[in-house]
């Protein structure tokens, strides 16, 4: 199979030695290694060149485009995406991989014969470990209705039977998501409405699979991932994280029904006592969200409703965050 490996970059050079190493190592090693970098202020591109011999002598081709600006990681992903399509030849398959990770040997090998076994898979993911692989980060996503939260299969736990079967799921992470092209053909790249980052892995393998396409679970496919490496801010991810939910869900919109029940859902949440940290994400994103709102619906009635609700649920959440005696439970675990 003709595969490639894209790595979106970005002051990088602490994690990349790892990454890059683990690459050179792999039993099955990809066509085309494809890096691009976001303006990195490091010596992220020098570390990456390191590994360009070691790659060749693995048939391994090494290709870097650095952007001027950093496009965050939805639009250099996608940039990613179409220069490895644009490869000749072209990728049967391609596997988008953070920076921040580390692949074990046969990582590679055991994702292109999922692909092999599955020829309507279009996305395969992989088993992913905290760093020093005491507790898992993913084994899998399920998407969780009508909050349209994304839980991952594992989070935290150690590993366990149970995560050692390959099956469909709703979705798999972005942190590292193979691809088939032909899929990619079809239902195009991420949106980039999601721009920088979290859940436009999602909203793909939805796509995908509205389109009869499957999303696997891969637990032969093995890394450990840093996780946010990236975005050391607590508050600002989590808000972005819930931005992009609530765009997510904007986007269901279409179905009358769907709305009255994410409302109900997402004020009894609100009521529930969630974590202060959760309160104040949430109350910043139904304000973003609301900026953001005609980018996700078209129709201007549904446009109108749409708005109407994420205000009535940011006055909410105004509400219970001045409601005494609350705020014992932990932040919920979102998807991306």
Known sequence: MN?????????????????????????????????????????TLDRIERYRLELAQRGTDLLIVQNKANLGFTCAANMALRRAMESAPRPDMIVLLNQDTQVDDDWLAAIEDMFARHEN????????????????????GMLIWPRLVGLHYGHHQ?????????????????????LRTTALDQVGLFN??????YYEDVDLCMRLRANGWQVWYCPQAVLEHAESA???????????????RLLFALMQMHNPPFEREFEAAEADFLRSDPHPDELRALSLAYGRA??????AVADKESLAQAIDMLARLRHLCTDCKQLPGRHSKQAEVRAG
């Open 3 to 43: 595969t490639a490996v894209v790595l979106v970059t970005w002051n990088g050079a602490s994690h990349l030695g790892a990454c890059l190493a683990s690459l050179v190592k792999q039993r099955q090693p990809a066509r085309l290694t494809l890096v691009i970098d976001n303006a990195s202020e490091d010596d």
């Open 121 to 140: 898979a279009g996305a395969v993911g992989c088993k992913i470990f905290y760093p020093g692989r005491g507790t898992l980060q993913h084994a899998g």
């Open 158 to 178: 150690p590993d366990a039977p149970e995560h050692n079967l390959e099956r469909e799921v709703d979705f798999v992470t972005g942190a590292a998501i193979a």
């Open 192 to 197: 980039e409405l999601f721009a920088p980052g």
């Open 230 to 244: 990236s975005f050391s801010d607590r508050i600002a991810r989590l808000t972005l994280s819930q931005r992009n």
């Open 290 to 295: 609301m900026l953001m709102a005609r980018q």
